[in-house]
């Protein structure tokens, strides 16, 4: 089918539209079957995608303002490919794991709306279209969080907002600028990021509009001293509100920097590499080990998001293959991951509406099949082998390697911290002798719980010993992008650090 | 020996006049039939008064470009037919207003209407001529009008309204004709495009500039009062909330639109003349309005005060659009005008049916934000519909406002300043807080009381006016490439 992004991206939207006019009780029902539908289209488009082909797949162009130079221009590759079945999935298994009951209709339709961004934005391949997806993606959220949120709610979802709009305003300018210089050297508008790969910037250009890109993105990742709404979001959202934002709202910041910044601004990130990972090292260590600090069981998730979210941006600008294929990798395996350690903290806060620590204890015996699947996951978070948690992380750090030994190291400390503080959740959760009276007749997994989870734990086994079949696709399209932005970068030093793999015609590889 | 003048009808080019002729012909018919039969229904005047006005448009649309007319006073450029065609379309949208399913006083007059007609005839004739005495006449003719139409709502608030704005109207004036008599001193001529000629010839005498200066500043406070820029904007808010929403609404478009375009006429000339000054104040005003604008309306109670603060600080982000002097900027004007007319609109609507006769929240305002708390409880679909138009003033794609703000931020970097664009960007970030906060009392707060008053006024026609300005503002994305080119060719057809 020529046109299945635009239904990937539409179904959703014109499906929550038509969800006003289902009845309360059956609300759950339908969206469950429109978002499994939308999963199906998403996992039919991985297998349509050629992938053999690094480029651009599915595009489909159409002018909608020649001139302004905008066009609805869309289009997959390998490394928007996954993100788009991940976030798709994570959809479908929040919505089944949903407890809400409070109006849920007006859930399930805004869980809709936000799927249309969300697969809007990895799928757009215009400047303009890509920001309007970008920003509508606030909308729902804002109402997720503040509809169904905690006691603090609307404080957390105004601060949400305004916090990524602020960083959006500026991505703008700096699109426009690009649209600018673009004219100014064709004569033509154009807003299409393919045009843009073409440009050759110089490289004080090349500086200021990475910086403009990199507030938009940032923010969104969130990256350290912007990520303080991040906690709040997070501590207030209901579970699902959890799931979404950790598994799929922040991967569009790293997504940003892998779609824009690196191919548009080879120069400037080969320049920037320094100073991101001295921040994303500072956001690895100081967030762990805030993390470690918590008493809550939700916020200790939160900051080790934002950890690891450190770990991506190390990869992405590690400048090799093995960093960013490992980066792309491991926004799917966080993705994963985090959604179902946020579902699970959900399953616990429903049952006894708390999520501090201190209030368990001795899980383990109450709950085994609970404390099962929480222990794999935890064990993926942390980086096990032959779990999903470990591929990313892995080639993140061989990746980094090539660039900085030292700094590796200090990244590498994330897999211990982590080790520390989640071993430390599970063990003041889950072992020991059952002390609180309230834990002692906790039920079990119901049914809804374990048919959601249980293919999350599948999948994170599964691509943890054999990852190959997402891998490849993803280093094929890293790839090409390397050797592309190698032949763009103006200096000698960047074409030095940016590593084109020899391996680049000899497709499906993975070293 | 005084001779006799000819004037031959051709010459007169009578056509030129066309469409004000039909307003004001329209608003005497109503006084006639009002004469013949008192008993007549405000519905009747309202279709009568949309009925002149779609002739007008067709009338307006008639025209051709680049004409003179009636001695040469007449000018009928690009400019003029572009603002005309948007100030008709605003006047046509805001009339089904009055068709509120309660008795608001001032519609029941049929002077009302014949009023609006005449302000609508008076704005014309101000962007349809580059003769300064023409355009302080139509001017004047607007203002008076709108003085009284805001007085017609009869409520002590709105005299303080209508006072206030008659005054600050009239100090406005006097700063206009200040202006354009030392222009007149300086070149011995009130029309636009001879003053230019002058001036260009003698632009290297030093006490010329001085005297330019002079005028300039007069003409600058003048528009500033007209365009409620910083620091001339502060009658703005009270009036709008003296104001009727329909009218307000209206007051925060059709009348800038107006000055906006014999500001580009006047300060377009002197920065095209060379005198970098005048750019540079308006680009400070520009700034100083947006920013200090979004600042007050972050503080307000109300609801209309803080749309009445919003429009300023829109009003400050389109006038330095026309700092920039090129196609582009003159362009953006409009097509963000156009833009932004049916957002606001509908905001306005929303308030509008929402008023009561009697304040039952505040004893201060007729639209605090608790009145909206938990409209989505009440009002389903008027709290979503309420939500877009704020969304769509915030900037937030696919909405309209959005495409207004990108095409001036565009034309901002084009010409060079960046830095204008980032402001800009930073402005629709603080202006966000303020919209979002009505979203958020809207959709995550719990009713506070009367759940069931809250869409008092509500009627089919009000009904329909909403739906229309909601389908205008999400379905943006699709005429705004139409709607910019026609706004480009005519922009560009005239020169500026």
């Known amino acids: ?511 | 020996m005084l001779q006799p003048i000819n004037v031959s009808l051709e010459s007169l080019n009578l056509i030129t006049l066309a469409p004000m002729l039909v307003a004001i012909a329209g608003g005497l018919i109503i006084l006639i039939l009002d004469l013949i039969n008192e008993k007549l229904h405000k519905s009747l005047y309202v279709m009568l008064t949309i009925l002149v006005l779609v002739i007008d448009f067709g009338a307006t649309l008639g025209l051709n470009v680049n004409e003179r007319g009636f001695f040469d006073v007449m000018l009928i450029d690009g400019i003029s037919i572009v603002s005309q065609l948007l100030i008709i379309v605003a006047s046509i949208i805001f009339t089904p207003l009055a068709l509120t399913s309660k008795r608001f006083h001032e519609y029941s007059y049929p002077e009302f209407f014949a009023l609006f007609l005449f302000m609508v005839a008076g704005f014309q004739f101000m962007v349809a001529s580059d003769n300064l005495i023409l355009i302080f006449v139509g001017l004047e003719t607007a203002s008076l009008s709108l003085y009284t139409l805001i007085a017609l709502h009869n409520r002590s608030n709105s005299y303080e309204a209508a006072v206030k704005y008659f005054t600050m109207g009239a100090l406005a004036a006097g700063f206009f004709a200040m202006g354009s008599a030392v222009i007149y001193a300086l070149t011995g001529s009130v029309e636009l495009y001879r003053v230019a000629d002058v001036l260009a010839a003698r632009m290297d005498e030093t006490g010329l500039m001085i005297a330019i200066f002079g005028s300039s500043v007069l003409l600058l406070v003048a528009f500033a009062f007209k365009l409620s820029l910083f620091p001339f904007h502060t009658w703005a808010p009270d009036v709008y909330e003296g104001a009727s929403a329909p009218l307000a609404g209206y007051m925060s478009v059709v009348p800038k639109v107006a000055a906006f375009v014999v500001s580009i006429r006047i300060f377009g000339m002197y920065i095209d003349l060379g005198v970098e000054w005048v750019r540079v104040v308006i680009l400070v005003l520009a700034v100083l309005t947006m920013t200090l604008a979004n600042l007050m309306a972050l503080v307000q109670e109300d609801v209309k005060r803080m749309l009445a603060y919003s429009s300023i600080s829109h009003a400050g982000f389109i006038i330095a659009a026309l700092a920039l002097d090129t196609t582009e900027g003159t362009t953006a004007i409009f097509f963000y005008y156009a833009l932004f007319m049916f957002t606001n609109l509908g905001a306005f609507t929303m308030l509008w049916i929402s008023r009561h006769k009697v304040r039952r929240f505040d004893a201060r305002f007729d639209h605090p934000y608790e009145k909206f708390a938990g409209f989505i409880k009440i009002m389903p679909v008027g709290a979503v519909i309420m939500a877009i138009f704020m969304l769509s003033l915030a900037g937030v794609p696919p909405f309209s406002v959005f495409w207004g703000k990108i095409y001036v931020m565009q034309a901002a970097v084009n010409s060079g300043y960046v830095w204008l664009a980032i402001v800009m960007g930073l402005n629709s970030a603080i202006a966000a807080y303020y919209y979002l906060k009505l979203i958020v009392y809207m959709f995550l707060k719990d009713p506070v009381k009367d759940v069931d008053t809250v869409y008092y006024n509500l009627s089919k026609p009000l009904m329909a006016v909403i739906g229309m300005a909601t389908i205008a503002t999400i379905a943006a994305i699709f005429y705004v490439q139409p709607l910019v080119s026609y706004i480009y060719y005519m922009i560009s057809a005239s020169g500026y």
Do not use: C
């Not at chain 1, 339709?109 to 799927?115: G, M, R, S």
């Not at chain 1, 708390?354 to 109450?366: C, P, Q, W």
């Not at chain 1, 990244?411 to 211990?416: E, N, R």
């Not at chain 1, 809804?448 to 999350?456: I, Y």
């Open chain 1, 1 to 511: 089918m020529e046109n299945i992004l635009s239904i990937l991206v539409f179904f959703p939207a014109i499906a929550g539209l038509l969800g006003f006019v289902v009845d309360k009780d059956s609300a759950r029902a339908y969206g469950i079957t429109v978002a499994a539908i939308e999963f199906l289209l998403s996992i039919w488009l991985w297998f349509s995608f050629d992938t053999a082909n690094a480029g651009m797949q599915f595009v489909e162009l159409i002018p909608l303002i020649p001139d302004f130079g905008i066009s609805y221009y869309l289009g997959v590759d390998g490394i928007s490919l996954f993100i788009i079945i991940m976030a798709t999935l994570m959809t479908l298994i929040g919505m089944m794991s949903m407890s809400i009951t409070e109006n849920i209709k007006n859930m399930i339709i805004t869980l809709l709306f936000l799927e249309m961004t969300m697969v809007g934005v990895f799928v757009a391949l215009d400047a303009i279209i890509f920001y309007l997806f970008w920003e509508l993606s606030l909308v729902p959220m804002l109402y997720i969080i503040g509809a169904w949120g905690g006691p603090l709610r609307v404080y957390a979802a105004v601060k949400f907002f305004l916090y990524t709009f602020m960083g959006s305003l500026i991505m703008l300018v700096g699109m426009l600028f690009v649209a600018y210089v673009y004219h100014n050297l064709t004569g033509v508008w154009s807003f299409a990021i393919t045009d843009w790969y073409a440009l050759v910037l110089p490289v004080n250009y090349q500086l200021w509009l990475f910086a403009a890109f990199f507030l938009g993105f940032a923010i969104k990742v969130p990256m350290f001293p912007f990520h303080t709404w991040l906690p709040y979001a997070h501590g207030q959202a209901p579970t699902i509100g959890s799931v979404i934002l950790a598994a799929v709202l922040l991967k569009m910041g790293t997504y940003g920097f892998v779609r824009f910044s690196l191919p548009m601004f080879p120069d400037a990130s080969v320049l920037a590499i320094t100073p991101i990972a001295a921040i994303s090292i500072v956001m690895i260590i100081y967030t762990a080990m805030v993390a470690y600090a918590q008493k809550d069981m939700k916020q200790v998730i939160a900051y080790s998001s934002v950890s690891h979210m450190g770990i991506i941006m190390i990869g992405i600008f590690a400048m090799n293959a093995e960093g960013i294929s490992g980066s792309v990798f491991q926004m799917l395996s966080h993705g994963i991951v985090s959604g179902a350690l946020f579902m699970l903290v959900g399953v616990i806060y429903d049952r006894r509406h708390t999520k501090l620590m201190s209030e368990f204890g001795g899980l383990a015996s109450v709950m085994p099949k609970y404390a099962v699947i929480f222990g794999i996951m935890l064990m993926s978070s942390v980086g096990l082998p032959l779990t999903i948690g470990f591929v990313g992380e892995f080639l993140v750090l061989i990746g980094f390697y090539e660039v900085s030994p030292v700094m590796t190291v200090l990244a590498g400390t994330s897999i211990i911290i982590g080790a520390i503080y989640m071993l430390s959740v599970y063990k003041q959760s889950f072992f020991g002798p059952v002390t609180n009276e309230a834990n002692k007749s906790l039920k079990d997994l119901d049914r809804k719980e374990t048919w959601s989870l249980v293919p999350l734990v599948l999948i994170v086994v599964w691509l943890g010993v054999y990852p190959k079949p997402v891998l490849a696709p993803i280093d094929n399209s890293v790839k090409a992008m390397l050797s592309f932005m190698n032949e763009k970068a103006i200096t000698q030093e960047a074409k030095d650090m940016i590593k084109v793999s020899k391996t680049t015609l000899n497709r499906g590889e993975v070293k």
